[in-house]
């Protein structure tokens, strides 16, 4: 709570939020500032777009948060009104004790017909306010660390590899480290000039659609053998393509793995499966509302008026695709919350019930 | 005053599919301007409690105080927290705006509230023996509600709900009626009970020992000047809801008539049940748009601030469709509920007077 780091005693706090009630502290101060909260925010300190098809922010926390290089953070923006959230690597170097508030360093790639990636390209701008929570990952990498690395970067995966590059090199790092980096065209590729600048850091670039880099094409056991032979520790990040074929050639190779969110809604009904999470249960979509399929398997989730009016059978969708029967409305991203009485499956989804 | 509807199921599913694409439209229009628009009455909510609370402790400027906590706590029950609850703003994904969790300046408790309010009372708007709120379990509203010597003192529970209406709403789900019935005991609402014991006694410290005891020598100015907020805020917005269901005119219906209702027969039972007020932009607002009643029930969970803009349509549909548009100025309205409480607390010439039927009499 706020509250609890800015105020002294139990009882001053208790009374502070006595005071304050029902809605708490936060919800008053947050308004005069919306840094002060203990919700985890950040202000967007400066932009940069340095290729046509990244934009780069740094980011003041208004708590400390220390991510390990390779971690994610959850940051959300709103846009036109709708709150969004994105998983992003950040690739400032980790800070351990992050006192002072240092500046997260975040490069967001543009995906075709991506809301919040097009939005952040078209509008980041200082003094703008993002939702952070997290950090969160298992893609760090292992202490003491392996002499030889290779790390292999798809895209927008060069951000984690970055973090870990950066980190070494604050750390003195004086074992052996190889980037390959996959991008479409060497203008596409983000970090280059501060890559080349790393004395020990060897660096390929790969270049899959255009001219010009290192290497051409898809990655094969020659781009890893020329990256660097008999490497310690393989990381990969990079689009789940890239992250099989590397683990063809390196089995125990760390990976993490992205994938844009579903934007094709088919027009027709689909099948697929819910499965019901905190339930354990998996049951074949037949087309019907989520609560009476819900209710067909056994389970009975809170509802009400069960017609899309009193909100009372509202649950959070952790994946998939509905669609609100009453209103047309689509819901695509992971944890939204929707009303079951009204919403049908398009497709795989996941339900908190 | 009974209606004739002479609607056929035919004629009620397109109305109900007239109806049904405003709301599409409107869920399509959403957007920025609706979000920034209620965080700007949240953030003049709270400025307004801030320096209401800060003034109550400068006794010379008690008027203005009462007068600043007064608007404050109308705003967050009205505008801000019975429209929040409804999950108008669910959309957003903002946790400050989630239905789900929003709790409000008031002794009832919010899951309480949308128990018996978004679910209930919404579902079963009007029908007469579901619909709790005809009558709050402790008035008679409706001439459809068999008459007993107790309702003689209508008027005198009526000017005590009023007053006391904070109070009146937290205990709405506690059924009193029903225990006094005997077809529940209060040990079947212990959790009920417990829950609004908690909120009502955080209210109350915070309102008449906290705030009080911080301005020291001035305690009594804050303390009168909180009661007397509290007390207007339950003068007006008893007067508003009142006017939102019980004006004369407005319709009442039997379970029976409501089984299996379509969506265009429920549509027709939400307008024939409510009543508007009429009113300028600022009138609007400090009505929480409970001024578009009959909006507001045939789509409780879209922004109230469309109501105004979408009214224009609703009406000429109810003109179209040969149905009744309850609306009228705020005294006007007021002045026949109260003739009803009178009226209602001496029994009914005659046999009671027949429910509209949403059906039609004729093919």
Known sequence: MFTETSVGSPVRRRLLGLLAGPHGVDRYTELVDPMWTSEVRATVVRVCRSTPRSVTLWLRPNHPIAPLAGQYLTVSVEIDGRRHTRCYSPASRHRPDAEGLPLIELTVARHDGGVVSEYLYRAARAGMTLGLSGPAGDFVLPIPRPRRLLLIAGGSGITPVMAMVRTLQQERYDGRVAVLHYVRSLDDACYREQLATLPQVSVLHACTRGPGGDLQGHVDGGHLAAAMADPDAVYVCGPPALVEAVRRHYPDAVAESFAPAPLVIPGTPVGGRITFGRSRIDVDNDGRALLDQADSAGLTPASGCRMGICHTCTRRKVHGVVRNVTTGAISTGDDEAVQICVSVPVGDVEIDL | ?363
């Open chain 2, 1 to 363: 005053m009974t209606h004739t509807i002479t609607l056929t199921p035919a004629q009620l599913e397109e109305f109900g599919r007239e109806l049904d694409a405003i709301k599409e439209e409107v869920v399509a229009d959403l957007g920025q301007d609706d979000v920034d628009y209620i965080r700007r009455i949240v953030k003049a909510q709270r400025a307004m409690e801030v320096a209401g609370r800060a003034l109550l402790m400068v006794p010379p400027a008690w008027p203005v105080g009462t007068a600043l906590l007064s608007v404050s706590k109308i705003l967050d029950n009205m505008e801000i927290g019975h429209n929040i609850m409804h999950g108008q703003y669910e959309w957003t994904g903002d946790p400050a705006l989630s239905g789900q969790t929003f709790e409000w300046d008031t002794a009832c408790p919010g899951d309480q509230w949308r128990h018996s309010h978004n679910f209930t009372h919404h579902t079963f708007t009007n029908i007469v023996g579901m619909d709790r709120d005809i009558g709050y379990g402790i008035l008679r509203m409706s001439e459809d509600q068999r008459w007993h010597p107790y309702y003689l003192g209508n008027p005198v529970y009526a000017f005590l709900l009023m007053v006391l209406f904070q109070y009146g709403v937290a205990l709405h789900e506690l059924e009193t009626d029903r225990i006094r019935t005997g077809q529940i005991s209060l040990a079947d609402k212990r959790e009920v009970l417990e829950a609004i014991w908690r909120k009502t006694r955080r209210q109350v410290l915070r309102d008449y020992v906290a705030f009080p005891a911080l301005a020291g020598p001035f305690a009594p100015f804050v303390f009168t000047g909180t009661m007397t907020a509290n007390l207007v805020r339950n003068i007006w917005s008893y007067a508003i809801i009142f006017c939102g269901h019980f004006p004369e005119g407005v319709q009442e219906f039997s379970i029976e008539q409501t089984r299996n209702e379509t969506r265009g027969q429920w549509y027709y039972r939400q307008i024939l049940g409510s009543a508007n007020l009429t009113g300028g932009r600022l009138f609007h607002i400090m009505s929480g748009n409970l001024s578009h009643q009959i909006e507001h029930h045939l789509f409780p969970d879209i922004p109230a601030r469309r109501y105004a803009e979408i009214a224009p349509r609703v009406r000429e549909i109810c003109e179209r469709y040969g149905l009744p548009y309850n609306a009228g100025p705020l005294p006007t309205q007021f002045a026949s509920v109260v003739r009803k409480i009178v009226r209602l607390a001496l029994p009914s010439r005659g046999s009671a007077k027949p429910v509209a039927a949403p059906q039609s009499l004729a093919a």
